[in-house]
């Protein structure tokens, strides 16, 4: 798998915001934090991080054995290759030194604060919850300003 913190997007993207001279804040959800390190970051800010095994837990509830092979697996109207799902399941969620973390308050695992709704993610057709977008932008925003962002 392509390590993304050398790839060249990202460091120009880096360089762009370090050129301003203001900090730098990355807030992500779900599986993109196992990709959120970005060199030279302030602070990370996660809702519902997932590693890769989790990942790989939720994706493969939509397999379909039939339509797979020894080299591709057939998930949610795709094809993917196993060895990036295998590469996937091992990844381990990156340790930033300065994190805030925001997770469903049915999931018991640590977090910063808890808050309720309902996983969209896990419901059979696509919705959307303006009460917990407005939430997670109050707290984006909150966040930011404590780290140095005005």
Same mark, same amino acid.
């Given at each position: 798998?392509?390590? *993304?913190?050398?790839?060249?997007?990202?460091? &120009?993207?880096?360089?762009? +915001?370090?050129? /301003?001279? #203001?900090?730098?804040?990355?807030?992500?959800?779900?599986?993109? *934090?196992?990709?959120?390190? +970005?060199?030279?970051?302030?602070?990370?800010?996660?809702? &519902?991080? %997932?590693?890769?095994?989790?990942?790989? #837990?939720?994706?493969?509830?939509?397999?379909?054995?039939? %339509?797979?092979? %020894?080299?591709? $697996?057939?998930?949610?109207?795709?094809? =993917?290759?196993?060895?990036?799902?295998?590469?996937?399941? #091992?990844?381990?969620?990156?340790?930033?030194?300065?994190?805030?973390?925001?997770?469903?308050?049915?999931? #018991?695992? %640590?977090?910063?604060? /808890? =808050?309720?709704?309902?996983?969209l993610w896990r419901h059979a057709e696509p919705g959307e919850d303006p009460a917990?977008a407005e939430l997670l932008a109050e707290d984006i925003l909150q966040w930011a300003?404590? *780290?140095? $962002?005005?």
């Amino acid at each position: 798998m392509t390590n *993304c913190h050398n790839s060249r997007p990202l460091s &120009a993207i880096r360089d762009t +915001l370090a050129n /301003h001279g #203001r900090p730098i804040l990355v807030a992500s959800f779900r599986a993109a *934090c196992l990709f959120d390190t +970005l060199p030279g970051a302030s602070a990370n800010w996660r809702f &519902a991080p %997932e590693p890769g095994d989790r990942l790989v #837990r939720t994706l493969m509830r939509t397999e379909i054995q039939d %339509e797979s092979s %020894e080299t591709l $697996i057939f998930v949610n109207g795709q094809w =993917v290759s196993r060895g990036l799902v295998d590469e996937l399941s #091992r990844l381990p969620l990156p340790d930033p030194s300065r994190l805030r973390t925001l997770r469903l308050a049915t999931d #018991r695992t %640590e977090a910063d604060r /808890h =808050v309720e709704a309902s996983p969209l993610w896990r419901h059979a057709e696509p919705g959307e919850d303006p009460a917990l977008a407005e939430l997670l932008a109050e707290d984006i925003l909150q966040w930011a300003v404590t *780290c140095g $962002i005005s």
